[in-house]
């Protein structure tokens, strides 16, 4: 460490021309200790009001219609064959 750092750290801080204060600054953007509007904004996040009900009824019946749909997937995969897939010569050029 140089010695020059060492004499500065002794005689403190070096005041800033401009007047403002970094630390200052810091501690001012932080969360406060306390919030004087912590009460009235509580209800907006509690209750029927809270995260989990505001966005439970958005989409209704998409559980029961998704579960629905993958069996009906499986069901045309594993029991459904398709007979005219790759049959072109049988069939000749008229019959789709």
Not at 21 to 36: L, S
Not at 54 to 73: D, E, M, N, Q, W
Not at 82 to 89: E, I, L, R, T, Y
Request: proline share 5%; net charge positive; aromatic share 18%.
């Amino acid at each position: 460490m140089y010695p020059s750092r060492i004499l500065r750290a002794a005689q403190g801080e070096k005041p800033n021309i401009t007047g403002f204060d970094v630390r200052k600054y810091y501690k001012a953007t932080q969360v406060p200790r306390y919030d004087p509007w912590e009460r009235a904004e509580a209800w907006r996040y509690t209750g029927q009001f809270s995260r989990w009900n505001r966005f439970k009824g958005s989409l209704p019946g998409f559980g029961i219609a998704s579960v629905a749909f993958g069996a009906y997937c499986l069901y045309e995969y594993l029991f459904i064959t398709d007979d005219h897939h790759g049959h072109a010569k049988e069939h000749g050029e008229g019959h789709h």
